[in-house]
């Protein structure tokens, strides 16, 4: 079944934590926990939202949304995603349709989540 | 006197020469070689050339043949009182090639060949194994002519040359391959030799005194004796004066001071340095002339006062015995004892180690293939094993010669016969120093051509097969075949070096031992850091490990590098395989290495102006030569302190980042999920859960601050120790315990040498735990080996304190990170799999320097390896 939101996201404390907040605003959250294969399980799963961890092992999350902006089926790359970093410099996040920094507060993750998901 | 108690002083003097050699090993190896490297030492021990054949034959020979006898003493006199001229040249090359024997000589100056180091090893076995028996003969002879009452005709009596060679085997074998260092010097047992040397000369003095003014009446009444006896027929009927046979005399002990095995043994291998020549080139003459002093004086009084057949070969013994001076005859054989032992002794050493060096390890090497740097070989065991089985070979060779000649009269030339034997290889040699056109076919031909005239002419007939060479009426066959010989012999090397052309390897170790420069070596290009590794794992199977290590820092510091592996320059490739030829010769050090760096051949003309250009402008190029590689190594420093500044600075704004994410990560989830807490709708069991997140992750922040703190704090160097005395057995112990914490899924394998752990250290243990602890969990967490396993090491150097070696199978860390690894946030691996931040080695680092100690990466130990270094105290702090 295709998710509301596919999670890239390798700290699993955090990925406990935004599934936790967002099932219970009644989405439907898949995980990913590794930057490899990112952009496979974006295209197989189709979902509505990504959220994209930007430090993530093996392959960054700026990388996954370069070759996401790029793939060839024009409605896959232009899922919107949602850019988690920590570092706080959202540079590396241009190609994002937004940035939240952490630590996050948990309404303003809902909120970006409802805003990206209608849009 | 009795059988048992001259075999009881014989023991006790053999036992006094043990405790010397060890005593003066011992000192040798604290680092007291003061008195032991005095030239008169040395000089002393080149008394070796007055074996058992001069110190009981010399007599003998003037009895039969008058004045000749003083050549063999001339010869060798000529030679050394040009030593400042001539044999200095000789010690240099030889030291500055780390030449092992007269073959490693001939081989290295001839383009590294090896076949040829094997055929003079072949000659110096031949010409060495008769000689030896005539040293156990001489003994034999010597016990049964002074011990009065005889066990049994059979018995102890008829075996004493196999005691006598069991003993000085297990002497050579002790004393004679305790190590393998580079420089193959045995101070043990050349210390031994130097006293066995005075002995020798004492005997043989206190007799001549006895004689002279005991016997007969002083010097004048001695002469005249002397003088009634030349005119005598009976004595001596050789007193004409013979040129060509005194000259071939005179050319050939010449010769053999310069090649037989045990002489180049003394002379040049254990010489510490070409100045001891200075003191020798006076005081060995000297002493050659006090032991020749009285021999014509004993020959004369012995014809004299003995019977008409007694053996003028023994007259040095007979004669104080049958004067009723029992105590002068006991230090008589004692000096033959002495000249008949310390002959042996060396001349075993020098020919074992050709032996072992040209025949063992080669023919090993090429059944093994082994491939290089890999593979737990030890070379080295192999080596010295291969040493001692040459030794025990050399001495059941000379004995078994001895039984089977039986008969006194076909030993009793043998002296001469070797001589003859190893003066075949002085052409090569001599034209080899002195002659830049030398060549390796013309080595072989040279030598080749002597030893077969030398067996066929003088070697055969001498054990009784063949008959003297047919000569003309009024020619002394002896000296018509060593004349021929030598002459063919000249005439071949010297004809096809002139018509064949030397391979470019040797066109340059020519160079080199001609002018006794450095070559300049191009042979072999630098190539990148990766052949370094194999090299050094090469090495430390030849030296051990230590000493292998030490030598690459050295080295790599000398190149201004930091760590264990230098860069395999021309320069370092030519110094590594010199050393290494010190130890294993110099033609299998010359293959190892190629097959290790491999080589590129230039073309000979490249090579030809190469040297051309270096011999005449020598000096100049010496001194450029200097100074450029004094401003490459100050701009290499620069570089690397540089690059290495550059490196910081990206650290440090990655060090900040990293913190950021470091601390970030823990402090999302908190936050998160604090605020999920708040709401109220969630289960017991949902707020459980959500605390211990909260709980774990507020630690995980305290240990990354914790870290931090403790890095800041010693690195500004304000870090407080609390040192006391603990057991390394517990430490450790203590270490893998709370190591196992880390992935306790994976079983891991832990190889320690209990016994040797149990080690005493005063240090702060604490700190030092937190070090074991970091490199054990270390490797708990990054071996990638299938069936992980540690191997933990602790041994105590010299200078006290500790070194602890930890070593995991793993695919290790690549070279060129392994200088990064003990900066802060070096984390070479995912991230996800660490627990810390990056800051574990960092700390050790820091920790191992406040204590006064070290830790660093082992390259070439199979897996990663680490190595922590404790002083015996640590240093005293400033408050």
């Known amino acids: 079944m295709q998710p509301d939101i596919l999670m890239i996201e390798d700290e699993p404390n955090i990925a406990e934590a935004v599934r936790f907040i967002l099932s219970r605003d009644g989405w439907q959250v898949d995980l990913h926990v590794d930057g490899a294969g990112g952009v496979e399980a974006i295209s197989t799963r189709r979902p509505r939202l990504v959220i994209l961890d930007l430090m993530l092992p093996n392959r960054s999350g700026a990388e996954i949304l370069l070759d996401l902006r790029q793939a060839p089926d024009a409605s896959l790359a232009a899922t919107p995603v949602l850019m988690l970093t920590a570092r706080g410099d959202t540079e590396a996040a241009e190609q994002a349709d937004a940035v939240l920094a952490k630590p996050f507060d948990n309404d303003e993750l809902r909120r970006l989540v409802r805003r990206l998901i209608r849009a | 006197m009795p059988f048992e108690a001259l075999l009881a002083t014989c023991l006790c003097y053999v036992a006094l020469m043990f405790g010397v050699a060890y005593a003066a090993d011992r000192a040798a190896a604290a680092g007291h070689v003061r008195w032991l490297d005095h030239p008169l030492v040395y000089t002393l021990s080149l008394s070796v050339y007055c074996s058992a054949w001069t110190f009981y034959g010399a ?423 060593v004349a021929l010989s030598l002459a063919l012999n000249t005439a071949a090397f010297i004809g096809v070096s002139i018509f064949g052309f030397p391979d470019p390897v040797e066109r340059l170790q020519g160079l080199s031992f001609v002018s006794a420069v450095e070559p300049i070596r191009h042979s072999r290009m630098a190539r990148g850091d990766d052949r370094a590794e194999p090299l050094l794992a090469m090495a430390r199977r030849v030296w051990g490990p230590d000493a292998a290590l030490r030598y690459f820092q050295a080295e790599a510091q000398a190149q201004g590098k930091s760590g264990f592996l230098p860069d395999l320059t021309p320069r370092f490739l030519t110094a590594l395989e010199r050393r290494l030829a010190g130890s294993i010769g110099s033609a299998t050090a010359h293959a190892m290495i190629d097959r290790v760096a491999g080589g590129v051949a230039l073309t000979v003309s490249d090579l030809l102006q190469v040297a051309d250009e270096a011999h005449r402008a020598k000096e100049e190029t010496q001194r450029l030569e200097a100074a450029r590689s004094e401003l490459a190594r100050t701009a290499r420093q620069l570089r690397e302190v540089n690059d290495k500044l550059t490196a910081l600075s990206v650290q440090k704004d990655a060090f900040l980042g990293q913190i950021s994410h470091e601390l970030r990560t823990p402090m999302t989830s908190v936050r998160a999920f604090s605020e999920i807490l708040k709401d109220s709708s969630l289960s017991d069991e949902e707020r459980k859960k959500f605390a211990g997140i909260i709980h774990d992750e507020a630690g995980r922040l305290t240990r990354i601050l914790d870290d931090l703190l403790d890095l800041s704090v010693l690195e500004s160097g304000r870090a407080q120790l609390s040192v006391t005395a603990a057991n390394l057995h517990d430490l450790i112990a203590r270490a893998l315990a709370a190591a196992s914490a880390t992935r306790p899924e994976r079983s891991f394998v832990i190889d320690r040498d209990l016994p040797s752990e149990h080690l005493g250290v005063i240090t702060d243990a604490d700190r030092l735990l937190q070090v074991l602890i970091n490199v054990i969990g270390n490797a708990r967490k990054y071996c990638d080996a299938p069936y992980p396993a540690l191997r933990i090491r602790v041994r105590r150097p010299d200078t006290g304190g500790a070194v602890i070696d930890i070593v995991d199978n793993g695919s290790g860390i690549d070279a060129g990170r392994q200088s990064l690894i003990f900066e802060k946030f070096s984390r070479l691996n995912d991230p996800a799999k660490a627990g810390g931040a990056g800051l574990g080695l960092a700390i050790c680092k820091e920790i191992m320097e406040t204590l006064g100690g070290s830790i660093s990466y082992l390259p070439g130990q199979g897996g990663a390896a680490f190595r922590i270094v404790l002083p015996a105290r640590p240093p005293v702090q400033q408050a």
């Open chain 2, 59 to 481: 007599v003998g020979y003037a009895s039969r043949s008058g004045l000749e006898f003083a050549t063999i003493y001339l010869g060798p006199t000529i030679v050394f009182t040009g030593a400042w001229w001539g044999l200095r040249r000789l010690v240099r090359v030889a030291r500055m090639h780390h030449v092992t024997s007269v073959a490693d000589l001939i081989s290295a100056r001839f383009g590294k060949s090896n076949r040829l180091a094997a055929i003079v090893t072949l000659i110096a076995v031949i010409a060495s194994t008769p000689y030896i028996a005539l040293q156990l003969q001489s003994v034999r002879l010597s016990f049964e002519l002074f011990a009065t009452s005889r066990p049994s005709e059979n018995g102890a009596l008829g075996n004493t040359a196999m005691w006598v060679a069991g003993g000085l085997a297990l002497f050579t074998i002790l004393f004679g391959t305790r190590n393998l260092a580079a420089d193959e010097r045995h101070h043990g047992v050349v210390t031994a030799i130097a006293l066995e040397a005075v002995v020798k000369l004492a005997a043989f003095m206190a007799l001549g005194v006895f004689v002279v003014w005991g016997l007969a009446d002083g010097p004048v009444d001695m002469l005249r004796r002397i003088g009634d006896a030349a005119q005598d027929p009976r004595f001596a009927g050789g007193w004409v004066l013979q040129p060509d046979r005194w000259t071939a005399l005179i050319l050939v002990s010449g010769a053999a001071i310069l090649t037989l095995p045990r002489m180049f043994q003394v002379m040049v291998v254990e010489a510490a340095d070409e100045e001891r020549l200075h003191v020798a080139g006076w005081a060995f003459p000297a002493y050659l002339f006090a032991m020749s002093l009285f021999v014509l004086p004993i020959a004369v009084m012995g014809a004299e006062i003995l019977p008409p057949g007694a053996n003028p070969d023994l007259y040095v013994l007979t004669l104080p015995a049958a004067a009723g001076q029992d105590l002068l005859a006991l230090l008589v054989f004692l000096g033959g004892f002495s000249a008949a032992t310390s002959m042996v002794v060396v001349c075993a050493i020098a020919v074992a180690t050709m032996v072992s060096n040209h025949w063992l390890v080669p023919g090993w090497l090429a059944l093994r293939r082994i491939p290089a740097g890999e593979g737990t070989d030890d070379l080295r065991g192999f080596v010295l094993n291969a040493r001692r089985l040459a030794i025990l070979a050399i001495m059941a060779a000379g004995w078994t010669y001895h039984q089977a000649s039986g008969g006194a009269a076909a030993l009793a030339a043998m002296g001469l016969v070797a001589f003859t034997g190893m003066a075949q290889v002085l052409p090569a040699m001599l034209g080899g120093l002195l002659w830049r056109g030398a060549n390796r076919k013309g080595a072989y031909a040279g030598i080749c051509t002597g030893f077969a005239l030398w067996m066929a002419l003088i070697f055969l007939p001498s054990v009784g097969m063949g008959g003297d060479l047919p000569v003309p009426a009024g020619v002394d066959p002896w000296t018509a075949a």
